[in-house]
Nanobody, 118 residues
Framework: QVQLVESGGGLVQPGGSLRLSCAAS????????MRWYRQAPGKERELVAA???????NYVDSVKGRFTISRDNAKNMVYLQMNSLKPEDTAVYYC????????????WGQGTQVTVSS
């Protein structure tokens, strides 16, 4: 089993910044992809950003230039630095990781609320 613990959400004014963190622990050989998703009320969950084991990144168009995903392989952690936040970024943000453990398995964090409002 793999446990994911997220932190860093909260209330921020438009134009502000937040940094989300996600720590993975448990039994696995290695971590492949690490991703951040978000789900706003009444909307489907969407992929926000992803980073591969080799460090390649990709982002949904709406956050390009504002969000940065990074990972610390030594600590089994993934981060999402969010700058120039907009009200439309308001959502529950979920960490998702794919681990190698007798095959590939994906796990989800519990979610952390991000609210952008004045």
């Amino acid at each position: 089993q793999v446990q994911l613990v997220e932190s860093g959400g909260g209330l921020v004014q438009p134009g502000g910044s937040l940094r989300l963190s996600c720590a993975a622990s448990g039994s696995f050989f290695s971590i492949n992809a690490m991703r951040w998703y978000r789900q706003a009320p009444g909307k489907e969950r969407e992929l926000v950003a992803a980073v591969s084991s080799g460090g390649s990144t990709n982002y949904v168009d709406s956050v390009k230039g504002r969000f940065t995903i990074s990972r610390d392989n030594a600590k089994n952690m993934v981060y999402l630095q969010m700058n120039s936040l907009k009200p439309e970024d308001t959502a529950v943000y979920y960490c998702n990781v794919v681990v190698s453990s007798y095959g590939l398995q994906a796990y989800w964090g519990q979610g952390t609320q991000v609210t952008v409002s004045s």
